[in-house]
């Protein structure tokens, strides 16, 4: 197996982690909401943010193994962290990552089995 050398976009993908777990700390302390009746919008917006960031964390770490897989979560996490539009910087970081796993994904050479 050939190790995968580092890709421009993988450090913009730990940024958008670490921001999504911002984002479900904020949540969670009280910052993304009003008032505590407001319990539905803020346990979803721990749920989305915080599984964005593992979808990207987890995508990072099991791409070296299972590159498919691996791509499919950092776009999956990629996409959640889109959906905070408010935090300005997020979307287009995460439109630089996806772009970025695509263009890696497609430009890869199969490598030839052999049996």
Known sequence: MRPLKQAWWAPL???LAISLVDVGLAF???????NILDA???GSGV???L???AALIVGLISRVRM?????ALIIVGALLAAIWVWIIFMVPVAVAVIVGVLMTQFRSDPTPTSL
């Open 13 to 15: 993908a730990v940024v």
């Open 28 to 34: 969670i302390f009280g910052e993304g909401t009003s």
């Open 47 to 49: 749920v989305l943010s």
């Open 67 to 71: 590159r498919s897989l691996g791509n």
């Open 40 to 42: 539905e919008s803020t």
């Open 51 to 53: 599984a964005g960031a």
